[in-house]
Structure formats: C-alpha cells, structure tokens
C-alpha cells in the first residue's frame, strides 16, 4: 500500500515549491491507488501562524487535492516527542547540551587553525564538548536545554551497514540503493540536537515518530532533504520503526537558479491565484 504525504511547516506562504512536492506526492498516490496524507509540522511555535495553516489548507484545496482529516499537527503531539527523548535519556543516549553556536565553532576551530568548519546536513559536526560531563539517567528527561544523540552510543547496536531506498534523486543525482556505515554517521553528522531548548523537540525527531505514527511507506519531499535521511535512518534503526521508501524531487528555483524561500512572496501561490492564474497554470509552472 502507497501511503504518502505533505509535511508544511506554517511560517509563511506555499509557493511554487511547495505546490510541485505537493501536486508530486498526491499525484503519485493516486497513480498507485495509495493514500495522500496532509501533516502541519508546527513545532517551531514562535515562527508558526494560524492564518499560514489555514492559507495551507485553502491553496492546496484550490490547487485540487484532497486528503483524510483530521489532519495531523505536530504541536498536538509534543509529550508523545517528550516520552520518546524520557525513553532515550534513561537509555543513557541523549545528553543535555548548553553550547551555543559561538562555544561550537571556538572547540572546532582550536584544532582547524581557520580551515573550513566541517558541517553536516544538521549543521556544524559537534565536537561533543557536553557528552562527557555527569549525567544520572535515573533522574528525569533534563528539561529547558538542549539535547544531543550519542551518535557512538547510539549506533553500537546497529550492524555496520546502513541504508534505504531512494526512488527519485538526491542533490548529485543518487539514485536506488544508498548505503552508509555508523563510521560516516559519526564522522559527518556527529551528535545532531534531538529535542531544541526553544522547541522542546526537533525535526528529525517529530518527522521520523510522525512518518510511522502516520504509516508512511513512501516519502516524497525536496531534495534538499536527502542528506538528512540517514539520520531519519538512524533514528528508525533506534527506535525500532519501519524506514520508508525516499523519493527525493528536484528543487523548483526561480529565473537566477535560486531555490525559492518560504519569504520569497513573489512566487507564492496566493500571489499567483490573485493575478488568475488557474491551478492548471501552476501545474504548467512547476513541470507537472
Ligand atoms: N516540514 C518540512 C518543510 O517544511 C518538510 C519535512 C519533510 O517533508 O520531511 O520543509
Ligand atoms: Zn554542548
């Protein structure tokens, strides 16, 4: 069964952008006579609106799909996010981290001498300034910090070969089969933030619980997300959850080759809809 879905984020306008992953996903569930699911991933509470998940709603309305209610919003769900990082602290693989940005790049840098910060598809590679200091995991989930995955730790249990299946393109055209090691998780991705201190979650976290709470088989989204798989990878490896099929879509970008943001109003679908354009219009814009 093909079940698939749209995971927006309410902090500004669908554009072009969305509208293609959107159009993308729904198409391809109804060509395999699977279901399209609709997700808000409001976590983020201070940059999310009302008025945008609404917008939501009624741009994707018009541009013709459809989808089960109630729909699934992220914030509804933030102790079901809590109860899985209680799980991992008692487990001794989550730590509480106080850095900021500036204490990250002065640990890296000592070492570096000005080359190049290494960076992995969740920023900056930790130099797991916090892991070793005193932890208890038979107190309570550390509340108002930040909170790291022991990617080491983590990983120990796993057999060395990683992987999933990408059925579209990653960013550099990778296609079928992607494999990986723990040894490339460590050294390129590091300790990722699995709960923010503002958020009190993350989205790798809610993404990957959300995508097997939801029963995805099939994730269609941009590929400016395929790096971040293999952590989804890992953390479905984890927690002991199904890993989807991966179908990553090339990137809609505007007339210089940008990829379009979320600010970027020009292209945003209402924008479009006020000046007549018709949903097949945008269909033609996007490639669809
Ligand atoms: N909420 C994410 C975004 O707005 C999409 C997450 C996903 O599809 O995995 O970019
Ligand atoms: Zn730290």
Known sequence: MFRTRFAPSPTGPLHLG???SAILAHDMAKAAGGAFLLRIEDIDRAR??????????????????????????????????RAVLARLWHQGLIYP???????IEAAIAAPQEGATLPAGPDGLIYPGTCRGK??????????GAALRLDMA????????????????????????????????????IGDVVLARRDMGTSYHLSVVLDDAA????????????????RIHV???GLLGLPTPVYHHHRLIRDEAGKRLAKRDD??????????GATPGDIRAMVGL
């Open 18 to 20: 969305h509208a293609y």
């Open 214 to 229: 939801q029963g995805i088989s099939h994730v269609v989204r941009g590929a400016d997300l395929f790096e971040a798989t």
């Open 153 to 188: 730790r983590a990983l120990a249990g796993s057999g060395p070969a990683l992987g999933f299946t990408e059925t579209g393109q990653g960013a550099t055209g990778e296609t079928g089969w992607q494999a990986f090691t723990s040894t490339d998780v460590i050294t390129t």
């Open 48 to 81: 999310s609106r009302p008025g945008w998940e609404a917008q939501i709603y009624d741009d994707l309305r018009w541009l013709g799909l459809d989808w089960p209610e109630p729909v699934r919003r992220q914030s509804d769900h933030l102790p079901d996010y």
């Open 234 to 236: 890992v953390l479905q």
């Open 266 to 275: 020009a292209r945003a679908i209402a924008t479009y809809r006020e000046q």
């Open 134 to 143: 005193p932890r208890d995991p038979s107190q309570p989930l550390p509340e």
């Open 97 to 103: 981290c106080t850095c900021n940005r500036r204490d």
